[in-house]
């Protein structure tokens, strides 16, 4: 069962390590690319900001977002601000976010994401968490997949994989990590099964979209491809 208490602590802790490296940018690097096309680092963090706020409405039972074209405008919106404006909103934002999730609630209740996705409101914490640890790797700033911390590295990955289980475009797919921790996913027939074996962290960024995967090697069949998250 998912330990929502434990999840925000680990949330705390991952968004003061994100605020400290936010606090060391200065207008000119905010406006700078970010590792996610077409974004720069302004996107990156007014996404982090208005995510906090959504998960926010989520844990009130409230609509995520208005709608996907406001989400896309508001990130839009907001990427140029400087680099004062942005470290306060990103700090703001997340203290609001643990504010609601500290109120007393049923964490076994079902909630409404983005898209019409539900999920149990005690994973609702985890998903934060994500959002802030890979999006703090999308800024460029020296924050690499290998500083991730071992246990969200290792729930990452079984988040993904379940994500992409009974995925029809995806061959059946055992992973296998140094550690001989296994996972499975994809939804093709378990007679064309492809194993793919590799350190955690690359595993992590080949499913997460943020490596290539040529440091991980297949057998049974080529590294799959998979769809966008």
């Known amino acids: 069962m998912t330990d929502h208490a434990h999840d925000l602590g680990a949330v705390r802790g991952a968004t003061e390590r ?30 982090l900001s208005r ?30 601000r400087p680099a004062a404006e942005q470290l306060k909103d990103l700090r703001e934002s997340a203290e ?11 964490w076994t ?16 914490p985890f998903r934060r968490w994500i959002e802030v640890e890979l999006h703090h790797v999308d800024l460029g700033v020296g924050y690499e997949l290998e500083d991730l911390p071992a246990e969200f590295v290792e729930r990452e990955i079984a988040f993904l994989a379940d994500r992409f289980l009974g995925h029809e475009d995806v061959p059946a797919t055992a992973l296998t990590d140094r550690d001989g921790r296994t996972w ?7 007679s064309a099964l492809v ?29 799959p491809s998979l769809p966008p998250l």
């Open 109 to 124: 209740r079902t909630v409404t994401l983005r898209n019409g996705v539900t999920d149990s409101a005690a994973r609702v």
């Open 96 to 106: 609001g976010f643990l504010a609601v999730a500290a109120e007393p609630a049923d």
């Open 195 to 223: 194993t793919v074996q590799g350190p955690a962290t690359e595993l992590l960024g080949w499913l997460s979209g943020r490596r290539d995967g040529s440091a991980l090697t297949a057998a049974g069949g080529p590294l």
């Open 184 to 190: 499975s996913t994809g939804g093709g027939p378990p």
């Open 51 to 80: 995510n906090a706020d959504a998960l926010g409405n989520v844990l009130r039972g409230l609509p995520m977002y208005a709608s996907s074209e406001t989400r896309d405008a508001d990130i839009a919106a907001g990427a140029s």
């Open 18 to 47: 994100l605020l400290d490296a936010a606090a060391e940018l200065d207008n000119a690097s905010i406006a700078e690319a970010s590792r996610l096309p077409g974004w720069s680092r302004g996107h990156v963090l007014t996404h």
